[in-house]
């Protein structure tokens, strides 16, 4: 098993994508794990975390390679975000607990904040597949789970996002600032399910696939596994709405078991789910013990994969099982199963296999999709959601573009 499987990924891609005349359209995905970005000339991702350095002046020396500052241009105040954000922490560091990290009400905390403006910045930044123009109008697009648009996650979310935003951001040896201001108009809000219908029902062009129609007209069941939970959407007679949600199934419940059990076979262990991240690019973990024959300190080094396995294994017939028993006696109902979100990725074959043989069980023919079916440049399924979000975004702003040409003429 390859750990860095399981790892949160750092990376930041220049790709030329469908996009507007006037507007510049940006699509975020902020998960618990990590950001997600889609835009004109992009797409990008990185861990969600960000920890305070203090004012200007604590910057020392210069970044590494896809190392991330955030700099407040109206405070002064530096942020490191993502992966070397991650790497900042110690062991020891106990300021940062999973309820702080993992809240469904985090929207208007400082870290959200830092992260989604990093993540809209790295939407904006310059890349080689594009610049952008500072003339066009910004418009940031993004989702929430079905249950939640009607509610105050709606409301907070809007508000983390809205207002003048002045910054700048380091991405590496790269430096950009920006300033500009985002009001309610420009954004957008969707179900998250229908990011993963738009991302298989339309082409880089935003065009409707051959097989959009069919989607559309079906029943679909769609299973969404993210880093705290792994949620069942159904598109149900052209409604989209929840189903149900899994709790203990996803990425955070194979890492908190990994770290268990390493913790229970390897005493004196140190590590948790923001260390373990680091460890996971190593492969394994290192801690001081001391030595019996000599009574003098020594490191040793223990290896994260077999726990790991162990862990993930019994995370997966665990997810499997609930899954299952939640849809053995509807299945039929259904005539596609998408699978999607960035947990999946290292299962693909696994759920295939399984679900093909529930769905033979259940002879009735199911077709079973990955989410990422149609990502020609982005084919990892940790992009489903946010690239979903992009493609509606720029066709309904087309299409207000077209009104807007035509009011015009006449």
Same mark, same amino acid.
């Given at each position: 098993m ?10 930041f ?7 507007c005349? %006037?507007?510049? +359209?940006v699509?975020?995905?902020i ?7 889609y ?13 305070k350095?203090g004012? /200007?002046?604590?910057?020392v ?7 991330? =500052?955030?700099?407040?241009?109206t405070?002064?105040?530096v942020?490191r ?6 790497r ?17 009400? $985090? ?9 989604? /403006?990093t993540?809209?910045g ?19 697009? #993004? ?14 979310? %809007? &508000?983390?996002? %809205?207002?003048?935003?002045?910054f #700048?951001?380091?991405?590496?040896d790269?430096t950009?600032s ?12 969707m179900a &998250?399910?229908?990011? !993963?219908?738009?991302?298989?029902s339309?082409?880089?062009?935003? /065009?409707?696939?051959?097989?959009? $129609? ?14 705290e !939970?792994?949620?069942?959407y159904?598109?149900?007679? $052209? ?24 913790q ?5 262990v140190q ?6 991240q ?11 013990? =001391?030595? +019996?024959?000599?009574?003098?300190p ?20 665990d ?31 696994a ?13 009735n ?33 087309? $299409? ?5 040409a035509?009011s015009?003429?006449?």
């Amino acid at each position: 098993m390859e750990t860095l499987d399981f790892r949160t990924k750092t990376e930041f891609k220049s790709v030329k994508h469908a996009s507007c005349r %006037t507007y510049w +359209p940006v699509a975020i995905d902020i998960g618990y794990s990590a950001v997600k970005t889609y835009s004109p000339n992009g797409c990008s991702c990185f861990p969600s975390y960000a920890k305070k350095l203090g004012l /200007r002046e604590t910057i020392v020396g210069s970044p590494v390679k896809d190392e991330i =500052w955030y700099i407040d241009d109206t405070t002064n105040e530096v942020w490191r975000v993502g992966e070397s954000a991650m790497r900042s922490v110690s062991a020891n560091d106990t300021n940062e607990t999973d309820e702080k990290l993992f809240s469904r009400h $985090r929207y208007l905390s400082e870290m959200f904040r830092i992260i989604a /403006r990093t993540g809209i910045g790295f939407g904006m930044m310059n890349t080689g597949a594009g610049a952008y123009n500072a003339g066009l109008a910004p418009y940031v697009q #993004t989702g929430l789970p079905p249950a939640y648009l009607k509610g105050t996650d709606r409301q907070e979310l %809007t &508000q983390a996002l %809205t207002g003048h935003h002045k910054f #700048t951001l380091r991405l590496g040896d790269r430096t950009q600032s920006f300033d500009f201001t985002l009001e309610e108009k420009d954004i957008g809000i969707m179900a &998250q399910p229908e990011g !993963t219908l738009m991302s298989i029902s339309m082409n880089d062009d935003t /065009r409707s696939t051959k097989s959009a $129609r069919n989607y559309f007209s079906s029943n679909v069941l769609i299973a969404d596994a993210g880093f705290e !939970t792994v949620d069942l959407y159904e598109l149900y007679n $052209r409604q989209i709405r929840g189903r149900a949600t899994f709790t203990s199934v996803g990425m955070h419940a194979i890492l908190d078991k990994t770290i268990k059990k390493m913790q229970e076979k390897c005493g004196g262990v140190q590590v948790d789910q923001l260390t373990i991240q680091a460890a996971l690019e190593a492969g394994k973990v290192s801690m001081v013990e =001391w030595n +019996p024959s000599n009574g003098r300190p020594r490191r040793v080094y223990h290896e994260i994969a077999p726990f790991l396995e162990e862990a993930a294994n019994e995370v997966f017939d665990d997810l499997c099982g609930q899954i299952g028993e939640n849809i053995k006696d509807s299945i039929s109902e259904y005539r596609y199963l998408v699978l999607t979100g960035g947990t999946f990725a290292p299962w693909e074959q696994a759920m295939k296999e399984y679900f093909g043989a529930l769905c033979e069980i259940g002879g009735n023919g199911l077709t079973i999709l990955m989410g990422n079916e149609n990502c020609k440049d982005t084919t990892d399924l940790i992009y489903t959601n946010v690239r979903g979000y992009y493609l509606y975004a720029v066709s309904g702003l087309r $299409r207000k573009e077209r009104d807007t040409a035509k009011s015009d003429g006449e």
